[in-house]
């Protein structure tokens, strides 16, 4: 059985967020939410939150116990850009393009 959480809209560029998700795939979700605690970055806290959705997913809707679920995928998918323009010299303006991504976690049982 596997159970998935899905963040959309998350304000960061999906590599920087797909750095960290490749950190966690295939271990035991109690391991990877640990590992992800102590990683200093904005992607870990976002990756720690949809885990700990995807795990209560499992638990509520489905009977699982968090001790038998693994981390079967963990991706980063491109969100819509934010287009934006800053004002520069004279009179000319510059783009600037602000990333979102969708994060997509799946969990399922360790067989």
Do not use: Y
């Amino acid at each position: 059985m596997e159970v998935k959480a899905i963040t959309k809209f998350a304000r960061m560029t999906p590599a920087k967020v797909r750095d960290v998700a490749r950190q966690i795939q295939g271990r035991p979700v109690l391991e990877a939410a640990d590992l992800l605690r102590f990683i200093p970055r904005k992607s870990a806290r976002l990756l720690a939150k949809t885990l700990n959705s995807a795990i209560a997913n499992a638990e509520n809707n489905n009977n699982l116990s968090a001790k038998d679920l693994v981390v079967v995928a963990a991706t980063a998918g491109q969100g819509p850009m934010l287009k934006r323009f800053r004002p520069t010299a004279k009179g000319s303006a510059h783009p600037i393009r602000k990333s979102t991504c969708h994060i997509t976690i799946v969990v399922g049982d360790k067989k």
